[in-house]
């Protein structure tokens, strides 16, 4: 009982400090230019994700030394990439042996046509369903167990930056064995790009790697095209929650600039904090007309979620309760590959009639056939 009780302990502590992650960052400029650099949670969900300001250890000069340390690499015919820690990260060929211990890694693999290169997996990994056949080496990528990695040897490791938490201790224990270690998140759209195109290189599948960003760039110039024509008082306001009742997300997260991107209004913009729980009294005076609540796994099924907050008591005076505009998704479509999928469910419930014209699960259905080779089954979206 001791024992499970630990176990269940630390698996929630991993998934609210990777929630914390997904909607927290350090803000730039523009949301387009922060999609071009945009760490993961999965199933989006159970991992744990590092606080995005930049480590002392990847310093400006440090940061301009192993640039020019990659671009020397790469003269000499090497593949070199930068990871999300700012290190080198060199193959003198294509990866024929990979071990993720991350899923979106693990799902982004499998997009670039290289699932097979898979030889372990942490146990997290469950997309696509054939991965469910590679042995599970860690449960996840912190402090996982070396012995079956190190036996494996693989020619590459690809991790979320859980790995790293340890001072880089276990990261220094597989590279002086000779693997060769990447470290990046996929759960938002900051780097998500970079990361295609990164372990497009190292796996040698550079052309799968560039028709994959080419399809998210489709969407996020279709979506940005037509919320641009949009004046505010065309804008609805919107009551995002994340995973507990009253949490929502604020300037300083993801969540808002996604937000914003598909043109809301975030009724907690200016709330001081990245990620605050707020009182009911906010919400009922903010008055939103959309309330977009995230899916957790653990959660009750779609249509039984929906009810419990359709009918929370504090929210029956709200506009978006009285008009029925309450709309919930699975996080899996807001990060990783299939992002953009997310964006365009946001997309055509703030604004059906901008976006009659696009069904977003059949964009998804055409990403999983195109990139996956399957049919699309789930649901990530309710109603």
């Excluded at 904090?273 to 906010?282: D, K, L």
Aim: glycine share 4%.
């Amino acid at each position: 009982m001791g024992k499970t009780y630990i176990i269940l302990t630390v698996t929630a502590i991993i998934a609210i400090v990777a929630i914390s992650m997904i909607f927290t960052y350090k803000p730039q400029s523009t949301f387009t230019e922060n999609i071009e650099s945009i760490p993961e949670t999965q199933s989006s969900q159970q991992h744990t994700a590092i606080q995005e300001t930049q480590s002392a250890e990847v310093g400006e000069s440090a940061g301009t030394q192993r640039v020019n340390a990659s671009y020397e690499n790469r003269v000499q015919g090497l593949l070199s990439v930068v990871d999300w820690q700012g290190a080198n990260v060199t193959l003198k060929r294509p990866a024929e042996t990979v071990v993720s211990l991350s899923s979106g890694m693990t799902e982004l693999i499998y997009a670039l046509g290289c699932g097979h290169k898979i030889i372990g997996r942490d146990s997290y990994s469950d997309y696509p369903p054939d991965v469910l056949g590679k042995p599970v080496v860690a449960p996840h990528a912190y402090n996982p167990p070396l012995e079956k990695i190190l036996e494996l040897k693989p020619d590459l490791l690809v991790s979320n930056t859980v790995l790293v938490y340890d001072n880089n201790e276990t990261r220094k224990i597989l590279e002086h064995a000779g693997i060769a270690v990447y470290v990046d998140e996929t759960s938002s759209p900051r780097r998500v790009k970079e990361c295609i195109r990164n372990i497009g290189t190292l796996l040698g599948a550079e052309k799968r790697a560039q028709k994959l960003i080419e399809f998210i760039e489709y969407y996020e110039k279709l979506i940005e095209t037509r919320i641009t024509k949009l004046s505010e008082s065309e804008k609805p306001k919107v009551y995002f929650e994340i995973f507990r009742e009253w949490n929502t997300a604020a300037k300083g997260s993801i969540a808002h600039d996604l937000l914003e991107f598909v043109g809301a209004i975030n009724i907690a913009a200016n709330l001081s904090t990245p990620y605050p729980i707020v009182n009911p009294e906010f919400v009922i005076d903010k008055n939103p007309d959309i309330i977009i609540r995230m899916k957790m796994s653990w959660d009750l099924d779609y249509p039984e979620l929906y009810h419990k907050l359709r009918t929370r008591p504090e929210l029956q005076s709200v506009n978006a309760v009285i008009n029925d505009k309450i709309f919930l998704y699975d996080p899996n479509i807001m990060q990783g590959v299939r992002y953009p999928v997310g964006l365009l469910y946001w997309a055509k419930w703030l604004h059906p009639r901008l976006f009659s014209d696009i069904n977003p699960e059949t964009v998804h259905a055409q990403l999983v056939q195109e990139f996956f080779g399957l049919q699309l089954e789930k649901i990530y979206a309710y109603p």
